[in-house]
């Protein structure tokens, strides 16, 4: 595995409480996964959010720190809780209550990628998991902490962002039953894991910049907007899903020729989204 677990862009002076993350855009395949998966090295990377930590890197500019995965999703899902463990895909895991994300082989150790395509042909080892674990999903969930921690420390609130994109097929049924499909899902987990008057501003960045925006469907929100979510403690966490064919090939899984001019457009809607955590001046020093 690669030596870091995520990378971290850190603003020259942090003016905003705002933190940017991208957990699935990580796309470093070491060659011991790979020999490990039945997939090719095309398919296991179906599952990655592609780019998305290129589309908001201009976060530092504007005074926020961007978060973003080195492993790949198909390797370990930081959207997930630790112990969401699949007893189908792991030895030694009891089966416990139902979860419907384990249960459809989506836990923090995947069992298949979209589509339901099969990573494995058999089953892991538990040291392999607990492996994976200690070396990606601590340090980038503990690292994660520190940055919210930091930003109430100073600003007196913390607004995570986390970035995420989802295929054009999964935002064609929003347009059944809207005139127009949704270019942009907000997730607050329906107003609990963001004050509404801070979810309102972030979707008036995105409708400023001509994007369509929908809240919470299909995409509510997972693990992260609901362990970091807690906005009676001024700490909000939004999800934004980004449809990929506004940006990439999605069968080729290349950038299209609209990739530049979205950065572009995401460059304004980012730097007003960092302006929310603006409002509040530091607190005083004690």
């Not at 963001?194 to 925006?213: Q, T, Y």
Request: glycine share 6%; charged share 20%; proline share 6%.
């Amino acid at each position: 595995m690669a030596e870091t677990a995520y990378n971290l862009s850190l603003p020259q002076n942090r003016t905003s409480c705002v933190v940017f993350a991208s957990p699935h855009s990580g796309a470093h395949y070491p060659a011991s996964f790979l020999g490990q998966t039945i997939l090719d090295d095309h398919t296991i990377r179906s599952s990655e959010d592609a780019f998305v930590d290129l589309l908001f890197d201009v976060a530092p500019e504007f005074g926020a720190p961007l978060l973003s995965a080195v492993a790949p999703r198909a390797y370990l899902d930081l959207n997930r809780s630790a112990d969401e463990l699949d007893p189908a895909l792991i030895e030694g895991v009891r089966k416990g209550g139902h979860n419907p994300r384990v249960a459809s082989g989506l836990g923090v150790i995947p069992r298949v990628v979209a589509g339901g395509r099969a990573i494995y042909r058999g089953k892991l080892p538990l040291s392999e998991a607990t492996g994976r674990l200690h070396r990606v999903w601590h340090p980038y969930h503990n690292r994660l902490q520190r940055l919210l921690d930091e930003s109430h420390a100073r600003f007196g609130q913390a607004i995570l962002i986390d970035c995420h994109s989802m295929p054009r097929e999964a935002v064609e049924s929003t347009a059944r039953h809207t005139s127009k499909r949704a270019e942009v899902v907000l997730g607050d987990r329906f107003g609990a894991s963001a004050a509404s008057d801070v979810v309102d501003r972030v979707e008036a960045a995105f409708a400023a910049a001509g994007l369509h925006v929908v809240r919470n469907s299909p995409f509510a929100g997972a693990y992260i907007t609901q362990a970091y979510g807690r906005p009676s403690r001024r700490q909000h966490a939004i999800q934004i899903e980004i449809d990929r064919a506004l940006y990439m090939d999605e069968a080729r899984i290349r950038p299209n020729a609209n990739f530049d001019s979205l950065r572009a457009l995401l460059r304004g809607v980012v730097s007003e989204i960092a302006s929310i955590g603006q409002d509040r001046l530091p607190l005083a020093a004690e």
